[in-house]
Nanobody
């Protein structure tokens, strides 16, 4: 499985960014997919997950602002981020978990993209 993120960059507080993750290789479309983020010196944390049944989960701080979704062909994972704040500044990673049941623990995900930096400034 190969995962390649794109769409990161710099944005002002209150702005929006959409991250994309291109998915290639063999992967069951029912597997759990997720977005994680990491700030230098801190642990990687779950941002949003999407199960094969369409179920979603978000960390509390992004609820109502971020939306995880897949493209119609199921070969692209998206993270729409609105009303961004400085605390959202991080490197964002796309990841897949070879299970139908989702998890919010980075240790349960086996394949990772290279990361896309997002910087939010005032």
């Amino acid at each position: 499985v190969q995962l390649v993120e794109s769409g990161g960059g710099s944005v002002q507080t209150g702005g929006s960014v959409r991250l994309s993750c291109s998915i290639s290789g063999y992967i069951d479309t029912r597997y759990c997919m997720g977005w994680f983020r990491q700030v230098l010196g801190k642990e990687r944390e779950g941002v949003a997950t999407l199960g094969g049944d369409g179920s979603t989960r978000y960390r509390d701080s992004v609820k109502g602002r971020f939306t995880i979704s897949k493209g119609i062909a199921k070969t692209t994972l998206y993270l729409q981020m609105n009303n961004l704040i400085s605390e959202d500044t991080a490197i964002y990673y796309c990841a897949s978990r070879p299970r139908f049941q989702c998890s919010f623990d980075a240790k349960d995900f086996t394949d990772w993209g290279q990361g896309a930096p997002v910087t939010v400034s005032s």
